[in-house]
């Protein structure tokens, strides 16, 4: 499985972005996707995730304003971020899980991550 974000950038609080994610390689019809972020001089944690049931879940955190979703053919995942905050700055990594289990911050397949800066 290779990942590659893309869609990181700076912007003022209150804007949006969205990051997206290719995705190669996944053989498996039963898989879990998932969105991370790491702010600085902090550890990676989860911010969203999608089955291939379409089943989502999300942080606390970001419920309201972040929208995960992928393409109708599976290849790209997306994760839409509205009314962004000073506190959603850092790196953002596309996760998946190994097999059909969902990613997490000590186990995941990692994309290199993106950069979002949001500024106050």
């Known amino acids: 499985v290779q990942l590659s974000e893309s869609g990181g950038g700076s912007v003022q609080a209150g804007g949006s972005l969205r990051l997206s994610c290719i995705v190669s390689?996944?053989?498996?019809?039963?898989?879990?996707l998932g969105w991370f972020h790491q702010a600085p001089g902090k550890g990676r944690e989860g911010v969203a995730r999608l089955a291939s049931d379409g089943d989502t879940s999300y942080a606390d955190s970001v419920k309201g304003r972040f929208t995960i979703s992928q393409d109708n053919a599976g290849n790209t995942l997306y994760l839409e971020m509205n009314s962004l905050k000073p506190e959603d700055t850092g790196m953002y990594y596309c996760?998946?899980?190994?097999?059909?289990?969902?990613?997490?911050?000590?186990?995941?397949?990692w994309g290199r991550g993106t950069q979002v800066i949001v500024s106050s």
């Open positions: 390689g996944y053989a498996d019809s039963n898989y879990c």
């Open positions: 996760a998946a899980g190994i097999g059909s289990f969902c990613p997490r911050s000590d186990l995941a397949i």
